[in-house]
């Protein structure tokens, strides 16, 4: 029980599982074994060990969190939480699905009925575990709060078209922490894993799976101490081991658009190992080119009255959407060509670093020359906007009046928000296909036996660039992080049957 | 050597290889198994003969063809071919990469050398096999040239910005046939085949690979003549069974955006089977969510001298582009939104079917109240485009001045070019991750040995919808079908070399 396994080491590849055959000797066992120790893994860890499971996690750093401890902290909720009532908002569960299903073009019926109809218990859950949250709302339309308040408008919720398919409420849930809170909300998920008596694993770099002849997931690989070691899993693996936009070559294949064009974002370990090992194993991708993008032009807010245009002068978006949906439609304008266009009143440096001025001119006119726009292409859009503007209208894309006001006062200036100049942000949102309970489908739709994944090794509600909107991951990891945890511990494998 | 070896015929997958140790006899055997018999499968055949391999192909339908069959029978080919030279055009290996890479955000360097370097001799090797081109062109701006003329522009050569990135030359050849020449080239690709001494069995469907302990790919399981079938490949199995536009399922999941909204064009078995065969087996899928869409609103190329705006009145493309650019580029409006606006002149039906008139009326703003544009939206595009027209400019979008003409002469017209309205159609581009020797590999960049993939089983050099020109999947199946034929020819199995 206590030996390795191969001398076989240095040719392990994630996507290539290893036969049970020929594992000679398993070095650990239980019955749920986690891939990766953040937001979903935790999660997932919780619910398989108060199911009585004897549960294992495997994480390659030395110490738990993920991407999930190293961000603000927030989770996309709704359908009614205590804060949102608290705050005098009324949600419900059939207006965040219809919110949701706005979000993308592909929607997965069971699974985000699953999660619109699941949040509110998701909330008290969290609470449950001593993860705080304020009654509050931070009001300031920005990308990241620094304060302990709760609720953010973090998504396209009061934009068009979104805000006539739903009614706006804000559902950002920023758990109470001044700064980052990912840390806090980390720490207490921790905390509750280990009192459940989770076993957990620091310094163990998973390398593959181990498949049974029929094709079923029996454990795994994973490099520990210096030594390969299989480790045998009683009733299934889960893999939450995060995204790949750190992996260069996994960009490039599946995102190859915004390849060397973007920041990519997360931690060193989203190489998309967790994800190459399901879909070696016979999962499916889904939405594997797909992304969330920001251009975090906001703060300030007053940005939001200028005008983002391409290189034929003219808009393409609502400006008050949130800034992922903007950065999408501005990356895919002609050439990613795009300049924020705002007056003197309203400008204000960009609090993110990274962000140049293009032009700054007297006149309109002398902008669009010196951005090179065709002739009069940008004195027109201008016109047109500034025309509606002042009657509180925008007829080409509904901006909401709050931020409607005419490009008048000069001098004027063009922020550069070009692709491959402006720092847009990445990460990959496209994972295994799986059903609401993390088990991991092949492309016949047939279940892997013995696989299951969650967090961004998984395709779950976030899947659209235009539609992403901040906390999604983390909701849906913790979220459906637990179904997994619960399904895999739940399992009885065919062979115990016999 | 000739009796069936499973009872489990239901329980099949394509995408669940069987285990070799499970093939109790073999019914058949070849050196290479090539899967399907369509353009890439019958020259892979082809050179795989011609290189003494015992070469077994099983086609799933009682005939062969495949959609290469059913096509118009263009391969778009250049560098120099005999039909260019003899049509006064320069083209080089040189000039065509550089097109084809801008083609494409994503251009895998070796596979698009290879093909731009090989293109001539791979025409002279259809010459060579009895394949009929005429030295002459078919100057008329269309979709589908219906006589035996040889050269189209069939792609965006002349449009900006690829008139600019490459010396436009017309690269579609059509082998000599009047209407559909796609029958006749696969005729004489089917005569080569057989006189190198190709097997050929029809009425074979492939359910699953088989592959051995370390991952390599052993035979396949096929269904013939009500049996479930074992075939060994001593060397390897070619995957040539098509893309998947045909299975509902596999669009939904992979190209979501469009499932519902076009048609999927193709024939009956592009159900994506060897894709999933493919992917089980640990194959990497590579842009499964790209595919080729059309908008085929001419011929009558007249309409070609109006404009495309979108639901905020504005352009968005070269109406000179080649029809999926247009496609492409309208199926991504705000909403889909789409209409081409075009005087009485230069108006004509389009010759294909399922178009509709949105709006007719006796001016530009009764127009664009009639298609409830914003108010004075599509009056200043039109001013505008008319005002540079009259000009011979285009300066948004750098239509070429053979196609500008102002939009002056009532009545107008708004031709319905919408998403879901107008008749889209679209196939599958994406495929395996392979070399250009078809050799397929995995999501660490592993070979998986003994497998092979080629036409729309891989990845080739069309794998984009911008960017794609007719005649670049029977270009690209053809071509790569040729190299992997031979890859696999003369592959010598690890274990043959004990």
Not at 367 to 393: I, K, W
Request: aromatic letters at 8%; hydrophobic letters at 40%.
């Amino acid at each position: 029980m206590l030996v390795l396994v191969s001398e076989h080491s240095s040719t392990f590849h994630a996507a290539h599982p290893v036969p049970r055959a020929s594992v000679e000797l398993w070095h650990d066992e239980a019955d749920v074994l986690i891939v990766g120790y953040g937001g979903a893994g935790v999660c997932a860890a919780i619910e398989a060990a108060r199911s009585s499971a004897d549960t294992l996690v495997l994480e390659r750093a030395s110490g738990g969190g993920g991407t999930t401890a190293m961000a603000g902290g927030y989770l996309y909720l709704g359908g009614g939480t205590r804060v949102q009532r608290a705050c005098g908002f009324d949600d419900s569960a059939e207006n965040l699905l219809r919110y949701l299903e706005a979000s993308t073009n592909d929607p997965d019926p069971e699974m985000f009925r699953i999660y619109a109809e699941g949040c509110v218990e998701h909330f008290d859950w969290l609470v449950g575990l001593g993860v705080p949250f304020n009654d509050s709302i931070h009001e300031i339309r920005t990308n990241q709060a620094h304060t302990d308040e709760c609720l953010l408008w973090s998504g396209n919720e009061k934009a068009w078209p979104f805000c006539e398919i739903a009614t706006p409420v804000p559902r950002g849930h920023k758990v109470a922490d001044e700064g980052d809170a990912g840390p806090l909300l980390f720490s207490k998920l921790h905390e509750a894993a280990r009192e459940a008596g989770t076993r957990i694993r620091y310094d163990t770099r998973v390398l593959t799976l181990i498949v049974e002849d029929d094709g079923s997931v029996a454990g795994l690989m994973a490099r520990q101490a210096g030594k390969d070691r299989a480790f045998r899993a009683r009733r299934g693996v889960i893999l939450c081991a995060g995204g790949f936009a750190m992996d260069d070559a996994m960009f490039k294949r599946h995102i190859p658009r915004l390849a060397g064009q973007v920041i990519p974002i997360g931690n060193p370990y989203d190489d998309g190992a967790g994800l190459r090992m399901g879909l070696g194993a016979r999962g499916a991708g889904l939405h594997l080119s797909d992304y969330h993008i920001t251009l975090p032009f906001y703060p300030p807010a007053s940005l939001t009255y200028g005008i983002f245009v391409n290189a034929q002068g003219q808009r393409f978006v609502a400006e008050d959407a949130y800034h992922g949906r903007i950065g999408e439609l501005a990356s895919r304008q002609p050439g990613g060509t795009v300049y924020l266009i705002i007056d003197e009143p309203h400008f204000d440096r960009p609090e993110m670093e990274g962000f140049e001025l293009a032009a700054t001119e007297g006149s309109i006119a002398d902008l669009e020359r010196a951005l090179e726009l065709p002739q009069s292409s940008l004195v027109t859009s201008v016109d047109f906007y500034n025309r509606h503007a002042a009657e509180g209208a925008d007829p080409l894309f509904r901006k909401q009046p709050a931020w409607l006001s005419p490009i008048q006062d000069a001098p004027f200036a063009a922020l550069e928000c070009s692709l491959g100049k402006a720092p847009y942000m990445v990460f990959s949102l496209g994972g295994l296909w799986t059903l609401a309970t993390g088990e991991v489908l092949s492309e016949d739709g047939e279940r892997v036996e013995g696989l299951y994944a969650a967090g961004r090794n998984s395709c779950g509600i976030a899947r659209s660039a235009e539609g992403y909107a901040s906390g999604t991951c983390i909701g849906d990891a913790t979220f459906f992080g637990r179904l997994a945890g619960r399904a895999a511990a739940a399992r009885v494998p065919e062979s115990d049957g016999l």
